[in-house]
């Protein structure tokens, strides 16, 4: 794949992946991470989502008044999550890449039959002594292994009735945090170059536009059917990366 393409693919797929975000709140890095891996390949996927998704987060968690209680009720949680994307990134730089897109594929295709069923994974997740740290350590294998740190790092955070402005929070706090981690773990493994640094931070540039261009859109769709087709496409595309890694 010639460079200029490769620019306007990355271009495009934030456009779009901010679109989303826009329009629903979040979905960003998981709609970045199933267009780039199907394309790119999973570690350059999951390097070039890392300043987009740092810098549209940083205001999500700095912005709502809570940050002092979200880091007193959830530091074990948010701790766990930062600590094990070390271990699940030296796992993504010692198994086969395709395997680990297949887990990508398989988390993705659980998060869209989650969402299209209401399969209720707060209440799975949520609950118990240890719940806190057993699902941050989940979140934080499975950010570094796949990029992803949705599942179950924001069922478990939607588990505790937090108000909806401190969910908010709460969930940019943990990409934040995890994402930071995700970025010194693949550089610390020699996983991140210059040029996708460089590629990354351009890349925010269309993630800002289309988040811009989403929220325009949210007064003018119904954003239960943008969700439902949202999580259509994602299921769609999780399912093509399961089967390609299967095949080979």
Same mark, same amino acid.
């Given at each position: 794949?010639?460079?200029?393409?490769?620019?306007?693919?990355?271009?495009?797929?934030?456009?779009?992946?901010?679109?989303?975000?826009?329009?629903?709140?979040?979905?960003?890095?998981?709609?970045?991470?199933?267009?780039?891996?199907?394309?790119?390949?999973?570690?350059?996927?999951?390097?070039?989502?890392?300043?987009?998704?740092?810098?549209?987060?940083?205001?999500?968690?700095?912005?709502?008044?809570?940050?002092?209680?979200?880091?007193?009720?959830?530091?074990?949680?948010?701790?766990?999550?930062?600590?094990?994307?070390?271990?699940?990134?030296?796992?993504?730089?010692?198994?086969?890449?395709?395997? &680990?897109?297949?887990?990508? %594929? =398989? $988390?993705? +295709?659980?998060?869209? !039959? @989650?969402?299209?069923?209401? #399969? *209720?994974?707060? /209440?799975?997740?949520?609950?118990?002594?240890?719940?806190?740290?057993?699902?941050?350590?989940?979140?934080?294998?499975?950010?570094?292994?796949?990029?992803?740190?949705?599942?179950?790092?924001?069922?478990?955070?939607?588990?505790?009735?937090?108000?909806?402005?401190? &969910?908010?929070?709460?969930? %940019? =706090? $943990?990409? +934040?945090?995890?994402? !930071? @981690?995700?970025?010194?773990? #693949? *550089?610390?493994? /020699?996983?991140?170059?210059?040029?996708?640094?460089?590629?990354?931070?351009?890349?925010?540039?269309?993630?800002?536009?289309?988040?811009?261009?989403?929220?325009?859109?949210?007064?003018?769709?119904?954003?239960?059917?943008?969700?439902?087709?949202?999580?259509?496409? &994602?299921?769609?595309?999780?399912?093509? $990366?399961? +089967?390609?890694?299967?095949?080979?």
């Amino acid at each position: 794949m010639g460079e200029p393409l490769i620019l306007l693919l990355v271009a495009a797929t934030f456009l779009v992946a901010g679109g989303v975000k826009g329009i629903i709140g979040m979905g960003m890095p998981t709609v970045s991470l199933a267009l780039l891996a199907a394309t790119l390949g999973l570690q350059p996927a999951m390097a070039l989502l890392l300043a987009p998704t740092l810098i549209t987060n940083v205001w999500q968690a700095l912005v709502g008044g809570y940050l002092g209680r979200i880091v007193r009720q959830l530091w074990p949680f948010l701790l766990a999550s930062v600590v094990t994307v070390w271990l699940g990134v030296s796992i993504l730089a010692r198994v086969e890449v395709r395997w &680990l897109s297949g887990l990508l %594929g =398989v $988390l993705i +295709v659980f998060y869209a !039959l @989650a969402g299209l069923c209401n #399969l *209720g994974l707060a /209440r799975l997740v949520g609950g118990g002594r240890h719940a806190a740290p057993v699902n941050g350590a989940l979140t934080g294998l499975l950010t570094g292994m796949t990029g992803s740190s949705v599942f179950p790092g924001v069922a478990y955070l939607q588990s505790l009735g937090l108000p909806r402005e401190m &969910l908010i929070q709460a969930m %940019g =706090v $943990l990409f +934040v945090a995890t994402t !930071l @981690a995700l970025g010194l773990a #693949l *550089g610390g493994q /020699r996983l991140l170059s210059i040029e996708l640094g460089l590629l990354s931070l351009a890349a925010v540039v269309p993630a800002l536009v289309g988040m811009r261009l989403g929220q325009w859109l949210r007064g003018r769709l119904s954003e239960a059917t943008f969700r439902r087709a949202f999580l259509s496409g &994602l299921l769609a595309m999780g399912s093509y $990366l399961l +089967v390609r890694a299967l095949a080979g």
